[in-house]
T-cell receptor, first 109, second 117 residues
Framework: GQNIDQPTEMTATEGAIVQINCTYQ??????LFWYQQHAGEAPTFLSY??LDGLEEKGRFSSFLSRSKGYSYLLLKELQMKDSASYLC??????????WGAGTKLIIKP | GAVVSQHPSWVICKSGTSVKIECRSL??????MFWYRQFPKQSLMLMAT?????????EQGVEKDKFLINHASLTLSTLTVTSAHPEDSSFYIC?????????????FGEGSRLTVL
């Protein structure tokens, strides 16, 4: 079956670094996505990885290991506005996104 | 980035009535749009894939006669919830793919919160 696992909730301190992990099992693989979703709003695109390695984009970086079925989203210099849910999604061989349940990130001052 | 607009943002209706939600790609043409539903504290659930000029592809368990999808042009897809009931109350979100399918980047509408009384 197809499955995406990520932690339900994480807490971090303003200014610190946090890593949100995601493991996936999908039928075929066409990339791994990370989305940010604030409560009551639609998700916004953060990153897309299809090759192994680290992709850096400002304060956010995303890593992929296809052999391990593993990805992480790294957030640096955390700000209060980063409090949100972070959704991991894998695209399968039919180009359909398989979504994780999301990780709620709580930032404390 | 590309812009996807969804309307209305909020809608309250009586049980038994039908509600139409529009999804528009404002600055690009989208041959494929996706409709999702999200219940509180749960992940997005893909309902159907909307293809311009052809019938939508529904996910297993989604009633095609209840959730009517029309993708009449390259910039507009509509979702009509027919004979709505309280259990249909949810957050409905559309998305569209910009560019070729291999890029995979999706742009989301603002979402429509439906409350059925």
């Amino acid at each position: 079956g197809q499955n995406i696992d990520q932690p339900t909730e994480m807490t971090a301190t303003e200014g610190a670094i946090v890593q949100i992990n995601c493991t996936y099992q999908t039928s075929g693989f066409n990339g791994l996505f990370w989305y940010q979703q604030h409560a009551g709003e639609a998700p916004t695109f953060l990153s897309y990885n299809v090759l192994d390695g680290l992709e850096e984009k400002g304060r956010f970086s995303s890593f992929l290991s296809r052999s391990k079925g593993y990805s992480y989203l790294l957030l640096k210099e955390l700000q209060m506005k980063d409090s949100a849910s972070y959704l991991c999604a894998s695209m399968d061989s039919n180009y359909q996104l398989i979504w994780g349940a999301g990780t709620k990130l709580i930032i404390k001052p | 980035g590309a812009v996807v607009s969804q309307h209305p943002s909020w809608v309250i209706c009586k049980s038994g009535t039908s509600v139409k939600i529009e999804c528009r790609s404002l600055d690009f043409q989208a041959t494929t749009m996706f409709w999702y539903r999200q219940f509180p504290k749960q992940s997005l659930m893909l309902m159907a894939t909307s293809n311009e000029g052809s019938k939508a592809t529904y996910e297993q368990g989604v009633e095609k006669d209840k959730f009517l999808i029309n993708h009449a042009s390259l910039t507009l897809s509509t979702l009509t919830v027919t004979s709505a009931h309280p259990e249909d109350s949810s957050f409905y979100i559309c998305s569209a793919r910009s560019g070729g399918r291999d890029t995979g980047e999706l742009f989301f509408g603002e979402g429509s919160r439906l409350t059925v009384l």
